[in-house]
Nanobody, 124 residues
């Protein structure tokens, strides 16, 4: 059974940083791209970061470019999201996901395994 477990969420002040982790089990994910998404209250789930299977190509939407960094450790079946310069608009539940292909993708429809999410709250 495939399982993705996110951790590292919490409360942080504006301008602060958080590091999220997603541990995958149930199969080997080194052949598949992985991604992070988020969903704020009353909004649709949106793409935050994606990384290809080898871990050498990442993509980000403009609103996190330069602030968030995705990485992965295929030996540990784990993907990370380092978030810096956080602001209130980053408040959301953050989800990791596994793609159907090896290429990093922004298309939510290309992801088929999802974690339960971890809450990130940016507030003073």
């Amino acid at each position: 059974q495939v399982q993705l477990v996110e951790s590292g969420g919490g409360l942080v002040q504006p301008g602060g940083s958080l590091s999220l982790s997603c541990s995958a089990s149930g199969r080997t994910f080194s052949n598949y791209a992985m991604g992070w998404f988020r969903q704020a209250v009353g909004k649709e789930r949106e793409f935050v970061a994606g990384i290809n299977a080898p871990g050498n190509i990442a993509n980000y939407p403009d609103f996190v470019q330069g602030r968030f960094t995705i990485s992965r450790d295929n030996a540990e079946n784990t993907v990370y999201l380092q978030m810096n310069s956080l602001n209130a608009e980053d408040t959301a539940v953050y989800y990791c996901a596994v793609a159907k292909t090896s290429r990093a993708t922004t298309d939510i429809g290309e992801y088929h395994y999802w974690g339960q999410g971890t809450q990130v709250t940016v507030s003073s």
